[in-house]
């Protein structure tokens, strides 16, 4: 369970709500007030939290009682209407219901009929986006959702019990312990995968496009959010960002000069890794742009109506000084990850290689209704300095890399913003933003199977395909120049 940001300024007359709050972009749950920096912003808040979602962006606002819409006459009927079909509920029907059932009902139903992302938080999914922010539980490092009755893999964390056991995005668990658990609750299913570390777990997982399902056990393990992690390839810095929490901005630059320290010299360049990372706070994802460009608008978003526009630019002082950087996509990138993807992109300081990104953009406010309870709902979209929206039609790669070591990647069903219910139309189509279809022609270039590259020791054939770009490359170049030729001139495939 985890996804935004953004509440509509307040007039005299009649005030929404209060303005203090912070904004996510992705999966992370409620925690403690940070603050911002390193970042300059129109209209920017003061208070900063941490919240929770699954593909979002966030902020945390209390509602005053001045929020209240406006109710007419039309609107006082519906209510009879409402009331009349609760009573004979109540009355009539042939078990007997509780209060709390039927208005916790009412309420999932009407927020049901806005969009996927708006929602009501109870106690108990308060707790569990707590939990999940601060790490530090026994689990198996999966973030899941819910669709259809089914429990569905949103992605697993890298370097966890889920991660080593070889879980995909996509996958459904149908079984825990040999127990089925469709039709049952997404707060009960978690329950269940969380645990004291050390014991184990089975599930039973259906994966789209193989005919029987799969067995895992799993033994599990306190789950630490690690948000940023480095590495050094040959002469190449290479980054992964797993998630948006309130360090990543920091560890990610921190990630940079470790790199810088560890080679002696700085690197040919750069790959940033925001392959299933489902998202995170806005703000960390506004680092982290920041922390690559010189200047420039980074991302605005956008209320209702038409005088709500936040705009955030970046500060001078590009930490990887203009370096070449390739940013690493997927179908699981989304929302803030998008909205830095997109950044580096509008401005020429990246390259975006691999696939299509989620398509998740808009902006969602966590508003707080009591002690242990919200309402995360949909209050804006965002957009990329161009001016794009990446609502359904995510962020297109300059290069697009299949991922040629996954055996099943031509024949696993993949799922994106568009293909949730309810979904927000893009109004700002145009021919670089509108849902596109999949070419399914194969590339000439890509023709290696998972069992050729692996005898070559090529595990991560997207990574490696951007580590030999980088290595191509070569040398501090100015990346809107290298832009045009790698997308003239894209390097071939098949030697290592």
């Known amino acids: 369970m985890s996804d935004h940001a953004g509440a509509a300024p307040a007039s005299p007359a009649q005030p929404r709500f209060s303005r203090a709050g912070a904004r996510i972009a992705g999966a992370i749950p409620l925690h403690r007030g940070i603050a911002l920096t390193g970042v300059s912003t129109v209209r920017m808040k003061s208070k900063l939290l941490q919240a929770a979602a699954l593909v979002t962006t966030i902020a945390m606002v209390p509602v005053a009682t001045g929020a209240m819409a406006a109710a007419d006459t039309s609107t006082y009927r519906e209510m009879d209407t409402f009331l009349d079909v609760y009573n004979r509920v109540k009355a009539d029907y042939v078990d007997k219901v509780t209060d709390e059932q039927l208005i916790k009902g009412a309420i999932d139903g009407m927020l049901a009929a806005l969009d996927p992302h708006s929602s009501y938080v109870d106690a108990s999914d308060f707790d569990n986006l707590r939990i999940q922010t601060e790490g530090n539980y026994g689990g198996l490092g999966l973030t899941v959702s819910m669709e259809d009755g089914a429990v569905k893999v949103v992605s697993p964390q890298e370097d966890t019990p ?28 978690t329950a269940q995968m969380r645990g004291k570390p050390g014991t184990k777990i089975s599930l039973t997982l259906v994966r789209p496009g193989r005919d029987k399902p799969i067995d895992v056990t799993l033994v599990r393990e306190v789950i630490v959010q690690r948000p940023v992690k480095w590495e050094v390839k040959g002469d190449v810095g290479y980054i992964n960002i797993n998630t948006f929490s309130e360090a990543t901005g920091a560890d990610t630059r921190a990630a940079v000069m470790a790199i810088d320290k560890s080679l002696g010299h700085k690197p040919l360049g750069y790959v ?44 001078p002082g590009d930490v990887a000084h203009g370096l070449p950087i390739i940013v690493l996509t997927d179908s699981g990138t989304a929302s803030a990850s998008e909205i830095v993807a997109g950044a580096l992109q509008d401005h020429h300081r990246a390259l975006v290689m691999g696939e299509r990104s989620f398509g998740k953009g808009s902006v969602q406010t966590l508003l707080q209704l009591g002690p242990r309870t919200a309402l995360r709902l949909t209050t804006a979209r965002y957009f990329t300095p161009s001016g794009r929206s990446v609502q359904e039609g995510g962020i297109e790669p300059d290069i697009r890399v299949p991922q040629l070591s996954d055996p099943d990647y031509k024949s696993r069903p993949v799922f994106r913003e568009a293909d949730l219910r309810r979904h927000l139309i893009n109004e700002i189509k145009s021919p670089d933003n509108a849902v596109l279809e999949e070419d399914t022609k194969d590339d000439p270039r890509f023709t290696a199977t998972p069992e050729s590259l692996k005898k070559q020791g090529v595990e991560d054939f997207q990574l490696w395909y951007a580590l030999k770009t980088i290595a191509r490359l070569g040398g501090p170049q100015q990346v809107a120049a290298v832009t045009q030729s790698m997308a003239s001139n894209p390097p071939a495939a098949g030697k290592k």
């Not at 995909?168 to 658990?181: A, E, P, Y």
């Open 162 to 189: 889920a991660g080593r056991a070889g879980i995909k995005s996509g996958d459904f668990i149908t079984h825990i312990d040999g127990k089925l658990i469709y039709g049952g609750t997404l707060d009960e299913a």
């Open 272 to 315: 940033v890794d925001l392959r299933e990372n489902g998202g995170g706070l806005l703000t960390q994802a506004i680092e982290v742009s920041d922390a690559f460009l010189e200047r420039g608008e980074i991302v605005s978003q956008r209320g209702r109506e038409k005088d709500d526009i936040e705009r955030y630019f970046a500060k």
